[in-house]
């Protein structure tokens, strides 16, 4: 993994159970040492297309967009235990964030389009099938999975107090 000095970054901590961390460095929310995995596309047999977005995945092969753990704090128990604690905020759909593989140093942008992938699974970012076929074009949604760092440009400002250590 590339190293990336989070010691002058103000740490978002969310509730702790989160298996990462993710800082705030200047206007962005940086993670690092991340794990990615795949989701969507025609072929995904747990994915029916829909995204919290509206944008599907299905019928569009050449999305190259994200899902991200996004802070849930309503009542719906399911999602509460998926998202629940998340150390990153609400952000608007199709904020960008750039993802950068952590053995190569290469990188794309990838759009916000979804939420998730969900506390249980350990993961920090699912990326779209052609995401992830930017790093490895033999990925499918079940045979991908990429050491990580992403950094969500502009996404400080939708920090709330609560959140930052």
């Not at 690092?32 to 299905?58: E, L, M, N, W, Y």
């Not at 949604?141 to 502009?154: D, K, M, P, V």
């Given at each position: 993994?590339?190293?990336?000095?989070?010691?002058?970054?103000?740490?978002?901590r969310?509730?702790?159970?989160?298996?990462?961390?993710?800082?705030?460095?200047?206007?962005?929310?940086?993670?690092?040492?991340?794990?990615?995995?795949?989701?969507?596309?025609?072929?995904?047999?747990?994915?029916?297309g829909?995204?919290?977005?509206?944008?599907?995945?299905?019928?569009?092969?050449?999305?190259?967009?994200?899902?991200?753990?996004?802070?849930?704090?309503?009542?719906a128990?399911?999602?509460?235990?998926?998202?629940?604690?998340?150390?990153?905020?609400?952000?608007?759909?199709?904020?960008?964030?750039?993802?950068?593989?952590?053995?190569?140093?290469?990188?794309?942008?990838?759009?916000?389009?979804?939420?998730?992938?969900?506390?249980?699974?350990?993961?920090?970012?699912?990326?779209?099938?052609?995401?992830?076929?930017?790093?490895?074009?033999?990925?499918?949604?079940?045979?991908?999975?990429?050491?990580?760092?992403?950094?969500?440009?502009?996404?400080?400002?939708?920090?709330?107090?609560?959140?930052?250590?």
């Amino acid at each position: 993994m590339l190293p990336i000095d989070t010691s002058s970054m103000t740490i978002l901590r969310g509730d702790g159970t989160w298996p990462w961390s993710a800082w705030i460095d200047g206007d962005d929310i940086v993670v690092v040492s991340a794990r990615a995995t795949c989701f969507g596309g025609d072929a995904d047999p747990q994915d029916d297309g829909s995204t919290a977005s509206g944008i599907s995945t299905k019928g569009n092969p050449s999305l190259i967009g994200c899902a991200l753990p996004l802070i849930y704090t309503g009542a719906a128990k399911s999602l509460l235990a998926a998202l629940g604690g998340s150390p990153i905020p609400r952000l608007p759909w199709r904020t960008p964030v750039e993802v950068t593989e952590g053995a190569t140093g290469k990188t794309i942008t990838a759009i916000l389009v979804d939420v998730g992938p969900a506390k249980r699974t350990g993961n920090a970012i699912d990326l779209t099938l052609a995401a992830a076929r930017k790093f490895n074009p033999n990925a499918s949604a079940t045979n991908f999975e990429l050491q990580c760092s992403y950094r969500i440009r502009g996404a400080a400002k939708y920090c709330k107090g609560g959140s930052v250590a």
